[in-house]
């Protein structure tokens, strides 16, 4: 056993059961932000442990909200879902998820996570959320503030509704607004800072009316967020990363106000997004990302950081953009990765499955520090290929504060949503490596 490999064992502890996390469960409980990532958006088993870890810090340890990787209204249609009584099943609320991949959150293991949040609101005055911090949702926000504004003030709705029409040539098709930009470089910008001007100005003179405001001024930054986020993608200093992220932690930070000083927040993302960008080498490119920039902003003991991977199995995710959904094989982990070394831990461990506690290894000299290849499955994935381009240099101990290791894992169960193929595919233009 080298000394990376020794370094790993010291910090492990196996995990078979629910009962397991307890010593992981004791690091988060107090922690005002806790994200748990996924190293692709299509494994079973990183939904069902990331349900049971977010099910104990809710129903014991007071946590508000869970925020995921995913747009605000579908969210917010689920976030509505789980809070009020009515017919609506939960079939019936996943259909809200009609952008690909729709699996990433149309599926069996995501629907029993929500009923799950829905038993539990039915027994509390203080209900759980649920959000999206995405910024994808260019049009669908467009006709959110529209209709938010529609039950507060008509006149203000109507000036949105002049507003945005600038954005009504392109047919509510997002791909099509962003390579209009290469012809008309200004856009709809004014437009969509303007109404977001208007809507921060806003005296709203019912308080009965305060769900409507913030849900229509959340839609309001997205439609500015997203209208910068496209603009970038189709300029010569592509920035679009940053802007997307820097909106989550933007999204993330108003959730945390909303529901009060207290406000303990649940994150789902994709470890690219959760993992520290200063612990890979994103931070060679330029680029940032929401554990990172939410350690920065409140402080690395009020932010917990768990990471997910696997050794091999299968997943669902795609061939191409836009392209149905599969399962596919995942191979064996790349020689001397991360996952490959954890492999190869499990016999001294006694378990296929365990996971390591880094808050402890802050000594520069620990192997921990050292970078390794550790695998980004996105939801575009070539198994064949699978050795080539997808392990981002990491420093286990910088980039995390927890890792959840599942020798072998399974392709999650999709239910089939019709998607709209007007609407850029979610981790666009990333998704070889989210």
Request: overall charge neutral; hydrophobic content about 40%.
């Amino acid at each position: 056993m080298n000394e990376y490999s020794r370094a790993m064992f010291e910090h492990s502890h196996p995990l078979r059961s629910t009962e397991d996390l307890s010593n992981l469960i004791k690091v988060l409980s107090d922690k005002r932000v806790v994200m748990l990532g996924e190293s692709s958006h299509g494994t079973s088993e990183f939904y069902d442990w990331r349900k049971r870890i977010s099910l104990e810090l809710i129903r014991n340890h007071g946590f508000s909200f869970v925020a995921v990787e995913g747009d605000w209204p579908p969210c917010e249609k689920i976030n509505q879902y789980i809070k009020k009584d009515h017919d609506l099943s939960v079939w019936q609320a996943l259909k809200a998820f009609d952008r690909w991949p729709t699996w990433m959150w149309a599926n069996l293991e995501f629907s029993d996570f929500l009923l799950e949040l829905k038993r539990i609101n039915m027994n509390r005055p203080i209900k759980v959320g649920f959000h999206g911090l995405d910024l994808y949702s260019l049009m669908d926000s467009i006709d959110e503030v529209i209709n938010s504004l529609d039950k507060i003030d008509l006149k203000l709705a109507n000036e949105a509704r002049r507003k945005y029409s600038c954005f009504s040539p392109f047919r509510r098709n997002e791909k099509e607004y962003a390579r209009s930009l290469f012809l008309m470089p200004e856009g709809c910008k004014d437009e969509a800072i303007s109404i977001l001007g208007l809507l921060l100005n806003y005296k709203l003179s019912d308080p009965t009316q305060e769900a409507h405001l913030f849900n229509a001024l959340q839609n309001a930054r997205i439609v500015r967020a997203a209208e910068i986020y496209y603009r970038a993608m189709v300029s010569i200093n592509n920035n679009s990363w940053n802007i997307r992220d820097q909106h989550m932690m933007d999204t993330l930070d108003i959730l945390l106000q909303k529901y009060g000083k207290d406000a303990k927040a649940i994150i789902w993302e994709h470890n690219s997004h959760i993992g520290d960008y200063r612990g890979t080498d994103m931070v060679l490119q330029g680029q940032v990302n929401l554990g990172g920039l939410a350690r920065e902003k409140l402080g690395e003991k009020n932010v917990a950081l768990v990471g997910f991977g696997s050794f091999t199995g299968t997943v669902m995710a795609s061939r191409a953009w836009d392209g149905p959904f599969q399962t596919l094989p995942v191979p064996e982990a790349r020689h001397q990765s991360i996952e490959a070394l954890m492999h190869e831990l499990t016999v001294s461990i006694g378990s296929p499955d365990f996971f390591l506690l880094l808050l402890d290894v802050s000594n520069p000299s620990s192997p921990l520090i050292e970078f390794k290849g550790h695998r980004a499955i996105g939801v575009v994935y070539h198994p064949n290929f699978d050795r080539r381009g997808i392990y981002v240099p990491t420093s286990l101990s910088r980039r995390y504060d927890a890792f959840i290791f599942l020798d072998e894992t399974h392709a999650l169960t999709p239910i089939t949503v019709g998607f709209d193929p007007r609407k850029l595919p979610d981790s666009f233009p990333y998704g070889s490596r989210i």
